[in-house]
């Protein structure tokens, strides 16, 4: 046994062990902390399958931002106690009937795959230098999965909007009710000033690498949004109110030029979705970078959760 | 030069896993916040920076290296103020146990 197979082995025994303990644990803090701890270990074992691109995703949406979003929803519980009823009886054991379903399920596709695994792999790397990318998996996400990858962005918003019509029908369109730590010349502030300006680049970085190695719209997106959050959070920019119009258009522009370059491939390529010959990697760069700004202050908004109150004149 | 090389990775990369054994102890075993915050603390500028140190040789070229190092820095800019954000509620609101 050498001693990669020994951390593999490690590694596989700590995420089952967070998992269960994620489960286990009594208190939703504790639980959540297990579940972004697990989200980081799930991210090493997808850099140990050579799965770059799923790590870095795992660990910005999977551990960070989820992360982020139940802490919130624990706050919002917390804020709310006294009319939580805990689940009755037939309800928890209809939970646990559908989650070993599930787990039966999976368990079955896993430990009993196909003689021959079906694979598109040698496909999509025979096809890859025609597109102009270095990047198997942006060559997926936009040239031959393209359309999933527009209903991906387009789930996002409408996930947004599910958030903002939580709010009451007086503060519609108010500032949403993101909890800010304002204190002149704390440690906080620093790091609000300090960190932002290192991440825009590294979000740059992440976007525009990601054409040619691991990396990516979704990734990069992430970033933004959590360097807003944290200039948010340290009350160095005031929380916008959601009827802002370069608000709704950053969330919406990355979108839209994905679903343009999409309706012009029609006319200009053979089909929708399709590139000009020659033309596909600038495409794609524009459409990242565009999908980037949107992705974040998506990300931003949903983290900084439904309207609570208007902005007063 | 190589061997060199690669005997510095193994002895600073090593030295590096050491501090965050100690340091994992200390945060199991120290009685309160701020005593497990130090120990936390630690691990992040001494047992991160002896790793870093000892990849750099095995870096992919200057820019490698240069990458290594400012997640050595960010790291250690993020934990310090995490570890002052902390240390900072738990002044205020008092220890929890």
Redesign the interface.
């Known amino acids: 046994m050498t001693i990669l197979s020994v951390f593999d082995i490690g590694l596989a025994v700590l995420v089952l062990g967070i998992g269960i303990w994620a489960i286990a644990a009594r208190e939703a803090f504790a639980a959540i902390i297990g579940f972004v701890v697990y989200g980081l270990l799930l991210s090493i074992a997808w850099v140990r399958l050579s799965a770059i691109d799923v790590a870095l995703t795992e660990a910005a949406i999977g551990g960070g931002m989820t992360g982020m979003l139940m802490l919130g929803a624990v706050a919002r519980l917390r804020s709310a106690k006294g009319n939580d009823t805990p689940a009755s009886l037939p309800v928890r054991f209809a939970a646990g009937v559908l989650c070993t379903l599930v787990a039966a399920g999976l368990a079955i596709a896993v430990l009993s795959p196909p003689e021959v695994i079906p694979t598109l792999a040698p496909m999509a790397m025979e096809n890859l230098p025609q597109t102009g990318l270095g990047n198997p998996v942006a060559g997926v996400l936009f040239v031959y999965r393209a359309l999933d990858t527009l209903l991906e962005k387009v789930v996002l918003i409408l996930a947004l909007l599910g958030v903002w019509s939580l709010a009451p029908d007086g503060v519609w369109g108010g500032i949403p009710g993101l909890r800010v730590y304002a204190q002149p010349s ?3 502030t ?2 609000a000033q ?2 932002p300006p ?1 991440g825009i680049v590294v979000a740059i970085y992440m976007c525009w690498v990601g054409a040619k190695e691991p990396g990516g719209a979704f990734q990069g997106g992430t970033i933004l949004a959590a360097m807003w959050l944290l200039v948010m959070i340290a009350g160095l920019r005031s929380v916008p109110s959601i009827d802002q119009r370069w608000l709704r258009l950053l969330l919406v522009v990355g979108p839209v030029i994905f679903l343009a370059i999409g309706i012009a491939g029609m006319v200009l390529a053979t089909a929708f979705l399709a590139y000009p010959a020659g033309y596909a990697k600038p495409l794609i760069v524009a459409v990242e970078f565009a999908l980037t700004l949107s992705i974040g202050v998506a990300l931003g908004l949903l983290a900084a959760g439904p309207p609570e109150r208007v902005q007063r004149p | 030069m190589k061997l060199a090389f690669d005997i510095f990775t193994v002895f600073a990369v090593s030295a590096g896993a050491l501090f965050f054994l100690a340091g994992t102890v200390g945060l199991i075993r120290f009685p309160d916040s701020l005593t497990r915050l130090h120990a936390l603390t630690k691990v992040d500028n001494l047992g991160l920076g002896l790793i870093v140190l000892g990849l750099l040789p095995q870096a992919n070229g200057v820019f490698g290296a240069l990458k290594l190092v400012s997640i050595w820095l960010l790291v250690q800019l993020s934990g310090a103020i995490v570890t002052q954000l902390i240390a900072g509620a738990v002044r205020q609101r008092g220890p929890q146990q």
Do not use: A, G, N, P
Request: proline fraction near 0%.
């Open positions: 704390s440690t906080l620093f790091l300090l960190l290192v």
